[in-house]
């Protein structure tokens, strides 16, 4: 699919979901789309864990082949993927159309000012019991994309998982959805080997 075709299949509901790094997504990304990092081992498990069967959906990728395999790969578990993108967030630039970005921040910005911040916590409940930053708010990322419109808050939102993949895919969801979100670079695992504190319930 070229950029117009992308651009009118968006217009009448489909979702782009773009298989980059969730830095490369962060930095440029086609406005709207939901990020999740392409894996040839678990990429059918993965969407089954976050995306609905029935949306509609389009590929995009820095590589034309992970691209095509993702296809492949996403309808061979029954997922809708009407193409993909071709040519990547390059062409879609080229033919004049708009990109958006994810802010970002680190997890010293996120201990320096937790107070100005929704902090949401995208792990499984099992991981935000063994440990949290104090008074975030869980929201396991199986249930974002039914969940994401119940997100509402007069601070910007904070997702934060253990790395930054989860959390990545939801920030995502929840721009899309309209909201001031950004994603805490380095996760959990970074929070505790900076020595900051955490909850435990």
């Excluded at 708010?137 to 998982?161: H, M, N």
């Excluded at 959390?167 to 959990?188: H, K």
Aim: proline share 5%; charged share 25%; net charge negative.
């Amino acid at each position: 699919m070229n950029a117009a075709e992308v651009k009118e299949a968006v217009a009448t509901g489909a979702v782009v979901l773009d298989l980059r790094s969730p830095p490369a997504f962060a930095a440029a990304h086609v406005p709207g789309a939901v990020t999740m990092q392409f894996n040839r081992a678990d990429l059918a498990d993965r969407a089954e864990l976050i995306l609905p069967h029935g949306q509609e959906l389009v590929v995009q990728d820095e590589q034309e082949e992970e691209a095509r395999t993702a296809v492949g790969l996403l309808r061979s578990a029954g997922f809708h993927v009407i193409g993909h993108l071709e040519g990547g967030l390059p062409a879609w630039k080229a033919a004049g159309e708009p990109i958006a970005t994810l802010p970002l921040m680190s997890v010293t910005e996120l201990h320096e000012r937790t107070g100005a911040y929704l902090v949401l916590d995208v792990r499984e409940g099992y991981e935000y019991r063994n440990g949290h930053v104090e008074g975030s708010v869980l929201l396991p990322t199986a249930e974002a994309w039914e969940r994401a419109q119940e997100i509402e808050s007069d601070r910007p939102i904070a997702v934060i998982c253990d790395d930054q993949i989860r959390s990545a895919a939801v920030a995502s969801m929840l721009q899309r959805e309209g909201r001031d979100a950004r994603l805490v670079t380095g996760g959990i695992v970074d929070w505790l080997e900076r020595g900051f504190p955490v909850v435990t319930d």
